[in-house]
């Protein structure tokens, strides 16, 4: 990595000067610029992670940011393993394409020919895993012996792919694993890819975090519950820049006649160029791929800590890429407790987020969705003023005549363009009126 000294001069020279936007950079631009851009936020234990990047047959370059695992100072490597979430579907709908064109597997065929002991299969197809409408009940799904209990809570897409996994399974009387393996982890130099449903032992995988109350702490995140097909790949950043290569090159073709895309791959254009891009997150971690046509310039990135910056990365990349000045802005500075902030502990509605709590724990305040199950700790900002560190959302409270916190608003530092958060306060009892006089 180039010295920060080395970075500052590059990017006051890059900032001061009016470039008009063309992809791409050259890559050692590109490499320098994101690690610039980047280093308050590692700094800040708010990124930490490892960036790739290709651009056509060239070599791939590969930027560290952060530790592998921050308690023991391990490093990461371009050979460092993250889990890939739903970005297994990218590989499952590829498995699934192969057999219907070898007619080895036919969009009519009934489910239940396949999967016997999942209720409702019998009014289901393979065109509805494929298709991908969602119409498995995942009480049904968590009674089979192919997925854990906890798929009960599952949500219906990746109940789908697990299903579409176990079929393609029985049509090829081999393991799941084994078929995407052969077909394609090998074949793509996918080397440091595997599929699995369980991963104590893994070897040289990252350590996922979430933030914790303090400004500077990090706390580990459970483990994933692993449903096969749907979230059961465990990959590189150097590996993902090899999937959305084959994926860009129609090695492996997700492309629909209309020009969108399927296994939840994104189709956008931006200055005469298309950007196919994928992202996958759960708790510790983020992944993404972002493919530009006709440059051929693949990135791909794998982050460890599940904090604001990883969903914005791609914006970020991509403005570099295109040669713009770009940054991510570092969070507000952590306040002492202000006891009067307790004040907020109660129960909220919100029109985008559902039923909202807000509850007293360690080091102050900690927000709770009860539909995701989902808790987050919020960090003391200032008077009245809170820091949802997860999602990068500065919150305000908002207060009666009487002093209460009646509502609270907020929004994301990162995103001028997302709905503001309003959380109305559903728990108070009305304020007292004096009819005496």
């Known amino acids: 990595m180039r010295c920060l000294a080395a970075l500052t001069v590059l990017a006051l020279s890059w900032c001061s000067t009016s470039v008009p936007a063309q992809a791409q950079v050259d890559a050692a631009t590109l490499e320098a610029r994101l690690e610039f851009s980047l280093a308050p936020l590692v700094e800040a234990r708010d990124l930490s992670g490892v960036i790739a990047f290709r651009t056509g047959d060239g070599p791939i370059r590969v930027i560290s940011l952060g530790y592998a695992d921050w308690e023991s100072g391990a490093r990461f490597s371009d050979r460092t393993r993250f889990p890939a979430g739903s970005m297994t579907r990218t590989l499952t709908r590829a498995m699934a394409d192969r057999m219907l064109e070898a007619d080895l597997l036919r969009l009519g065929d009934p489910l239940d020919r396949y999967l016997p002991d999942l209720a409702g299969a019998g009014s289901l197809t393979v065109a509805d895993l494929v298709n991908r409408t969602g119409r498995i009940a995942p009480v049904a799904a968590s009674r089979t012996a192919w997925v854990p209990p906890e798929a009960a809570s599952a949500n219906a897409m990746a109940l789908d792919d697990a ?3 176990r079929v393609i399974e029985i049509a090829r009387n081999a393991r799941f694993e084994t078929l995407v393996a052969s077909r ?7 080397d440091d890819s595997l599929l699995l449903d369980r991963h104590p032992d893994l070897p040289a995988l990252a350590t996922g975090y979430e933030p914790g109350p303090r400004p500077l702490d990090l706390r580990q995140t459970p483990d994933p519950v692993i449903l096969t097909g749907h979230d059961g790949l465990y990959t590189t950043a150097p590996d993902l820049v090899r999937l959305g290569q084959a994926v860009l090159q129609r090695r492996i073709d997700l492309f629909r006649p209309d020009g969108q895309m399927e296994a939840g791959w994104q189709v956008r254009l931006r200055d005469g160029f298309a950007i196919y891009s994928l992202s996958s997150a759960q708790p510790g971690y983020r992944t993404g791929i972002l493919a530009l046509s006709p440059t ?4 791909a990135y794998a982050v460890n800590i ?4 990883a969903e914005a990365l791609d914006e970020l990349i991509l403005d570099l890429a295109f040669n713009r000045a770009a940054s991510l802005p570092v969070r507000p500075a952590t306040a ?3 006891p ?5 502990v109660g129960t909220y509605e919100s029109a985008i987020l559902g039923p909202v709590e807000l509850v007293q724990a360690e080091g102050g305040l900690d927000i709770r969705l009860p539909q995701s199950g989902r808790q987050d700790y919020l960090t003391p900002i200032g008077p009245d003023r809170l820091f949802w560190r997860r999602i990068g959302a500065e919150l305000q409270l908002e207060r009666d005549e009487a002093g209460r916190v009646i509502r609270i608003t907020g929004h994301r530092i990162t995103d001028s363009t997302a709905r503001p958060i309003l959380l109305e306060r559903s728990d108070l009892p009305p304020v007292a009126v004096d009819t005496a006089n």
Do not use: I, R, S, T
């Not at 051929?296 to 990135?299: G, H, K, M, Q, R």
């Not at 009067?340 to 907020?344: G, M, S, V, Y």
């Open 336 to 338: 002492a407790l202000d």
């Open 340 to 344: 009067a902030l307790l004040q907020a």
């Open 163 to 165: 299903a579409l996994a």
């Open 184 to 190: 394609f982890l090998g074949p793509l130099n996918l």
């Open 306 to 309: 599940d904090a604001y910056p």
């Open 296 to 299: 051929e310039l693949v990135v």
